[in-house]
């Protein structure tokens, strides 16, 4: 069933009416889509036991996302898991004027909790009366951007007390609720037929006690020019052109909140690693960081969102201070997740050991990985060269369409017969795909390589091939802007790096990494890091590099991106950390690259299968390491 547009007008006209009705608000509601429309009928039979039942909520807000076209960002944090943070988080005072801000609230489920747990103080104090409610709930704010989400709250709000109290109590009641519709980022207020209903539209800096949020997941490529500008004003601090929209959440909670005030935040775990969060971090730092629950890889909207929750306090920390932190690693269920967050064992780390570079939250034993390969080693930069290959601007024209058959390089166009091309300027290529641990396994895959060193008039074949796409290959960034002529490929980058005899090649993103050595010279796109080995020999090298520890560091330390895997760009593997003893030759070294040729060699005799071969490597590597 979809919900129709009429059908969100009237929920607005609902909300019109909600001041002026006088009868039970579900008969009004049975009223009005009858009088609406016969269809809803339907909806209204599928929605209002749902009411009753106050789980109406999860409906009713997914049809809504619906009928707005997915709205940018929004995902509704689950009810349980909202109940469960304001749970862990909130301890209500003895008096009322605790200032709650639920920031970007969408249907209210942070809101919505909060209210619960004051209905369950206020129960127990037997105070649950309309004074007490409206002295309570006063200073709880809701704030969010979209009206139909502000006026969902209200309807749920009315549900909500209507269980408790006559029609013209929840009246008064409403008269005191904060639900707000309102831009966070705007300083224009937004005047809409909910305005009636709001009773203090100013958001006051340093205000609120508490604040919580799961701000929308909106990245910079959504974000519009006049709202960076917004941000680029008002956020300097933290302001780079690449900033999720999240960021600007965590800034702005600080400036609303008192000083000692408290702010949770749930969010995309990716503001811990990203390189222009550096500036976020920084300012985070600031603060006194109470709590940290990393969550990668686990599943609390249902939609494989890397998570975190961060509680921050606005006051400057301690130098003693320390971080608790907790990781909640691979957990599908949400269930799952809050056992996780109460009983796995938790971490406190000093505030003064993070830095705006990477925030990484590990366990004890990962720690000392991290720590074990650090001692005694240097980075990969002092004795190796790292790129990546080249970038063509039109891989379909300068490699998708190259074929070989017989001997002879064709170049594909379509409609036409196969153009015949000059062998000189075809290299073998690779991909991501190719690569194997130690090994390279080539797929017939060739690459048009016209640089900037030759000349076009010399390859008649290869210019006839090329004109078929003139115009597209003019129209390449690095033709208009750079200079590149229409015929040559964009950019070929560490050509040095190709021209050595053997290089070492990995993929640029991958789930498991894995490095090989390349005795072929192959050609590279910016989908694969090369490594050229420079003052260490590369069968030791690869065969480090490939060791289960060095890949469970790599694991720990590179970039994670959506799903599970990893990214390997050469400023990371520079840093990579290289045991000093692999550069004094020794009896194992000899032993690890003597097998290590075994596997790259296959064509010599060789008893042991490349499986047999590998874990020689990796136990003789383990002596060498002194790991067990
Ligand atoms: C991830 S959702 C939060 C969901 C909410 N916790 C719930 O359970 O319904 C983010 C919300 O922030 C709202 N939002 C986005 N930009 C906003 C802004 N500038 N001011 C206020 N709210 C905003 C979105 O409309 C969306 O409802």
């Known amino acids: 069933m979809t919900i129709s547009k009429k059908s969100k007008r009237l929920l607005l006209t609902f909300l019109n009416d909600l001041n002026h009705c ?94 619960r747990k004051i209905q369950e103080k206020l129960e127990n104090e037997k105070r649950w009366t309309v004074k007490d409610i409206i002295l309570n709930l006063k200073t709880i704010y809701s704030v969010e951007l979209i009206e139909e989400f502000v006026i969902f709250q209200k309807i749920r709000a009315y549900f909500f007390f209507r269980k408790f109290f006559t029609q013209k109590e929840v009246f008064q009641i409403f008269e005191a609720l904060v639900i707000y519709q309102h831009d966070v980022f705007s300083e224009i207020e937004v005047t809409t037929l909910t305005k009636t209903l709001v009773s203090n539209p100013t958001l006051s800096p340093k205000f609120f006690d508490f604040i919580i949020s799961n701000p929308p997941y909106i990245g910079y490529r959504h974000i519009s020019k006049s709202q960076k500008l917004y941000f680029k004003k008002n956020f300097a601090s933290i302001y780079t052109g690449l900033n999720d929209i999240s960021y600007y959440f965590f800034a702005h909670s600080l400036k609303l909140l008192k000083k000692e005030g408290k702010v949770v935040i749930l969010t995309s775990r990716y503001f811990m690693e990203a390189r222009y969060a550096k500036l976020l971090r920084e300012i985070l730092l600031k603060n006194t960081i109470c ?45 799952d997740i809050i056992v996780g967050i109460l009983h796995l064992p938790e971490r406190k780390k000093l505030q003064a050991e993070f830095s705006g570079e990477v925030w990484n939250i590990l366990t004890e034993k990962e720690e000392e990985i991290i720590k074990f390969l650090n001692l005694d080693s240097l980075p990969l930069n ?60 080539f797929n017939d895959r060739y690459f048009l390589s016209v640089y900037r060193k030759n000349k076009i008039a010399d390859y008649p074949k290869i210019r006839q091939y090329l004109e078929n796409f003139r115009q597209r290959l003019e129209n390449r960034y690095d033709c208009k802007k750079n200079g590149v002529k229409w015929y040559e490929i964009a950019q070929i980058r560490n050509q040095d790096i190709f021209d050595a005899k053997l290089k070492i090649v990995c993929p640029y993103r991958m789930v498991k990494p894995k490095f090989a050595i390349d005795l072929v010279g192959y050609y590279s796109s910016i989908d694969i890091t090369m490594i050229l080995p420079l003052k260490i020999d590369p069968y030791i090298l690869v065969a480090y590099l490939n060791h289960p520890i060095v890949k469970q560091y790599i694991l720990l330390t590179a970039k994670k991106l ?41 064509e010599n005799e060789e008893s042991l299968s490349t499986f047999e071969l590998q874990t020689q490597i990796d136990r003789t590597m383990s002596k060498i390491l002194h790991v067990e």
């Open 382 to 441: 002092d004795i190796a060269k790292i790129g990546t290959g080249f970038h063509t601007g039109l891989d379909e024209v300068f490699i998708a369409n190259i074929e070989k058959r017989e001997e002879q390089y064709y170049g594909k166009v379509a409609g036409k017969q196969d153009y015949e091309l000059e062998s000189s300027l075809i290299k073998k290529i690779i991909k991501t795909t190719d690569i194997l641990p130690y090994i390279v396994n």
């Open 291 to 335: 709590t940290i629950i990393d969550i990668p890889n686990s599943n609390i909207f249902g939609k494989g969102i890397n998570s975190v929750i961060i509680e921050i306090q606005k006051s400057k920390p301690l130098r003693t201070h320390a971080i608790k932190l907790k990781l909640i690693r691979k957990q599908k269920k949400q269930h």
């Open 562 to 602: 959506d799903g599970k895997k990893i990214e390997l760009y050469p400023e990371y593997l520079r840093n990579l950390p290289i045991k000093k003893s692999l550069l004094v030759s020794n009896e194992l070294l000899t032993q690890v690259q003597s097998n290590v040729k075994k596997i790259i060699h296959p």
């Open 22 to 115: 006088n009868d039970d608000m579900s008969i009004f509601i049975k009223e009005k889509l009858k009088i609406e429309t016969e269809n809803y009928n339907e909806i209204y039979l599928e929605i209002l036991p749902e009411c009753e039942n106050q789980n109406y909520c999860d409906f009713y807000g997914k049809l809504l996302i619906k009928e707005l076209n997915q709205p940018k960002g929004v995902v509704f944090t689950p009810q349980v898991f909202a109940d469960f943070l304001i749970d862990q988080f909130i301890e209500l005072p003895e008096q009322p004027g605790f200032k709650f801000l639920d920031l970007g609230a969408g249907i209210g489920n942070f809101y919505f909790a909060m209210i």
